[in-house]
């Protein structure tokens, strides 16, 4: 379903993404494990059409995201690092602007926002503005939303930041149910590991622009005579902190976390 | 089709959702109007100016709708960072399409804002020479609005922080409105000061109001503000349409 071959990005003298190669099956659920700045968001943002790659090739379900990227777009979901919903719109609004934007026709997108909606336990509160949601149930939104167009591919970038573990693992079992019910391919990432040894069929490790690892759960910790995934990634990537200076991103962030009362 | 329309409907719901900020928006006009339209009016009319209230309603009029235009805009900053613009950049949808909903969005808002003010000038006294100018009017401030808004998201496409914001509003926005006439009649501007004012668009916009609502002091041919509103409108929309084309995430 995604083939990448050789992948490199880089950013002037500062290469992202080296020479990166893998392959996710169709219907796989596979985590994208790094430390802070090791290329992951880069990673996720060449295979979404939102960077071009500096070379290598990258095909999502037959099609190059660089060519055909309407048909590309159309085909995957994604859900953001940062929330992409509209505050002040309510839950069926932010659905309905989704669908538009994804060409869903009219009466399907009615039944399927239902159907996303109650499985994701939003239905109830459909009518309220999204600025009120918890953390939690702005990212279930999220992930709801992802689905709508019925797409192939769902890239998670760390769905599950800043969530209470209860929130966490209600959120995974809902990926889970919906990838084996509609054999949707995920593709994550995320800083959480038993949450990777838990949901993921395979992981694939990167570190300083380079996979390091890649296989099962099971096989990466044979590999590296461990007991937890934890300690394979401490193994594989080593214990020194990456310190990555704050981009205006981050500043923005912070700012809007003064600004809404720490809400977000 | 669909795209454009769905976006425009955001930027109203938006709009009509945050009554607080339509009230706290329509403040600062209404301060202007009334503390110089009536402060300043017995020195205008000394100096043989005329009625400084009919004079200076068209210009706030034209203010409201420049600063809900621009702002408009730059809102695209605030959804940019932590918002909804990348949910609109990876749907399949092309760019312009996103770009035409946006701007067009956010000058209906910004007519909205000026009629809400042309409503308040006239319960305080506003008279225009007819009551079918209004439509004409109208038609201006629909120009200044899509003319405005377009610069504000061909800026807000580049900006990355709101120090960025401040820079904006003091050295573009307060100068465009300073500098347009409408607190002070052009055709008495002179040296450098008419030259700058003459190159500021919303001096078009404004004293195309004047001319139409019939009140005094305008200082151009009407045909002339519309024409030069009509052109640099024009080149702003396409220059916004190529900066909204440039931006990454």
Known sequence: MIKVQNLVKTFGSFTAVNDVSFDVEAGEIFAFLGPNGAGKTTTIKMLTTLLRPTSGAITLDGLNPQTHQNAVRQSFGIVFQDPSLDGELTAMENMEIHGVLYHVPHKVRRQRTEELLKLFELWERRKDQVKKFSGGMKRRLEIARGFLHTPKILFLDEPTLGLDPQSRNQLWNHVKKVNEAENVTVFLTTHYMDEADRVAHRIGVIDHGKLVA???????????????LEEAFLALTGSTIRDESAGSADQMRQFAKMWTGGRR | ??????????????????????????????????????????????????????????GVIGMSVLFSSIFSGLGLLWDRQFGFLKETLVAPVPRLQIMIGRTLGGATVACIQGLLVMVICLIAGFRPAHLSAIPLALGFMVMIALLFAALGMAIGSGLQDMQGFQLIMNFLVLPIYFLSGAMFPLSDAKNVLKYITRADPLSYGIDGMRNVLGASNAAFDPRLDFIVLAVVGVILLVFDAWRFSKIEI
């Open chain 1, 214 to 228: 890649q296989g099962t759960p099971k096989q990466i910790k044979e590999q590296t005579k461990t007991e937890s």
């Open chain 2, 1 to 58: 089709m669909s795209a454009i329309y769905i976006l425009w409907l955001r930027e109203l719901k938006r709009y009509t959702r945050s009554r607080a900020q339509i009230v706290a928006s329509l403040g600062q006009p209404l301060l202007y109007l009334l503390v110089l339209g009536f402060g300043l009016g017995p020195v205008f009319k000394r100096a043989g100016n005329g009625n400084y209230f009919q004079f200076i309603a068209p």
